[in-house]
C-alpha cells in the first residue's frame, strides 16, 4: 500500500497537523471525530481540512523521513510544496 504524508490546518485554533497514512480520506474523518480513531491532539482543533498531501511513497521509512522534515517547520510553512 502506498504511504501519503498529509498536512491538516485548523482555522479555528490556527494550527497544523502532519502525520502519515495509507487511507487519507479515512484519517481525515477520524481527526474530524467522524470515524473514531483519531489523534488525540487533533481533537481542540476540530474541524479539519486537507492543507496538503505528498506522495504516494512505497516504503513507510520514505514518508516517515519526509514527515519529520515537514515537522521541523512551524505553522503554515509546513504547507510548502517543497517535498
Not at 9 to 28: C, F, I, N, P, Q
Amino acid at each position: 500500500m502506498p504511504w501519503v504524508v498529509y498536512v491538516l490546518v485548523s482555522d479555528s485554533a490556527g494550527t497544523t497537523y502532519v502525520g502519515v497514512t495509507t487511507d487519507l480520506e479515512r484519517r481525515v474523518e477520524q481527526h474530524n471525530g467522524l470515524l473514531p480513531g483519531g489523534a488525540k491532539a487533533t481533537r481542540a482543533g476540530r474541524p479539519w481540512a486537507l492543507g496538503v498531501a505528498h506522495g504516494p511513497y512505497e516504503e513507510r521509512g520514505e514518508a516517515q523521513s519526509v514527515e519529520h522534515r515537514i515537522k521541523r517547520k512551524r505553522g503554515r510553512a509546513r504547507l510548502a510544496p517543497e517535498f
